[in-house]
């Protein structure tokens, strides 16, 4: 059967729409619940996703989406080149997932890579492509970047780099705001507001600086609104009984109920704390934070 480039084109063009519109009502985290759906394609249902890794829809000829798993007993890995190992389905190269990953990278068809950010949420990085395959090591190894295809980065090794940074830089957010929502149960540690998709992870030592860790002592769950209001320095948290301090300039202004009640309100309210004591945060980071709070605040 001759490949079918251009249907396969319009079925891609339209699964990354589609991620892209999920993408915009959960965050770039996206949850199993509403990938396994799939979308809708021409009078019928397209999935992106199912409990193997390598997955090619029934009306492509190829695959569509590569995913790793939370607990899964393949090991991939990030190379040097700034690709990643993606191992093949069993130990037969020509098993129909090989050969389809195979005929994926001969056509240079883009993919989605479904990285495993925390059991049952998936960030889906596109477009992919595969580079290369090692039959000897039974791998394939993939571009994860969603920057093009590999082909073009073999005379631009500096933009290759700056887009695999960029591509793990991604990822490493996603990783620390899934560990820290999950260590604050899904709840703003200001206001107590529910909706996963409002929450951030807010750094209490900034991820730019050395110390700013990417782990969840180092982290607070915030509502959008009280995340920036932290890293504005318009509330403090007291390292010794993680009491909430609102500037005082702040506490003086009048306006409406936004101000009176989601800003000035918390002021010496305590913050809710994770159960887990290791997941707390760390004094010292408080700490540091703190002297910055006082520092811009008026007398």
Not at 8 to 36: K, T
Not at 100 to 116: H, I, K, N
Request: aromatic fraction near 8%; hydrophobic fraction near 40%; charge should be positive.
């Amino acid at each position: 059967m001759d490949f079918d480039r251009e249907h396969d084109a319009l079925v891609r063009a339209a699964a990354f729409a589609w991620l892209d519109q999920l993408e915009a009502v959960h965050g770039d985290v996206l949850p199993w619940s509403a990938l396994r759906g799939g979308f809708p394609f021409r009078g019928e249902r397209v999935h992106v996703v199912s409990p193997q890794g390598i997955f090619t829809p029934r009306i492509l000829q190829a695959p569509l989406s590569i995913r790793t798993s939370h607990d899964g007993p393949y090991d991939d890995e990030l190379g040097p080149s700034g690709l990643v190992r993606y191992m093949h389905r069993g130990e037969d190269p020509a098993h129909r997932d090989n050969k389809g990953l195979r005929l994926a990278m001969e056509q240079g068809l883009p993919l989605v890579y479904f990285v495993a950010i925390a059991k049952g949420r998936y960030q889906a990085l596109r477009p992919a492509h595969v580079a290369r395959e090692s039959r000897r090591d039974l791998c394939f190894w993939i571009d994860p970047t969603g920057a093009g295809s590999a082909f073009a980065f073999r005379d631009a090794p500096d933009i290759r780099a700056y887009a695999t940074t960029q591509a793990l830089q991604r990822l490493h957010q996603g990783r620390f705001r899934e560990r820290v929502l999950d260590a604050y149960r899904e709840r703003c540690a200001f206001c107590s507001l529910r909706r996963r998709e409002l929450l951030d992870a807010a750094h209490i030592i900034p991820d730019s600086e050395p110390g700013g860790v990417a782990e969840v002592r180092n982290g607070i769950a915030l509502c959008r609104l009280h995340h920036a209001t932290f890293d504005r320095h318009v509330v403090g948290v007291r390292p010794r009984d993680h009491v909430i301090t609102v500037r005082r300039d702040v506490m003086d202004e009048e306006d409406g109920p936004t101000l009176r009640y989601a800003i000035q309100g918390l002021d010496g309210k305590p913050m809710a704390l994770p159960r887990r004591a290791g997941d707390r945060p760390e004094q010292g980071f408080l700490e540091t934070r703190y002297r910055r709070f006082l520092a811009v605040a008026p007398p």
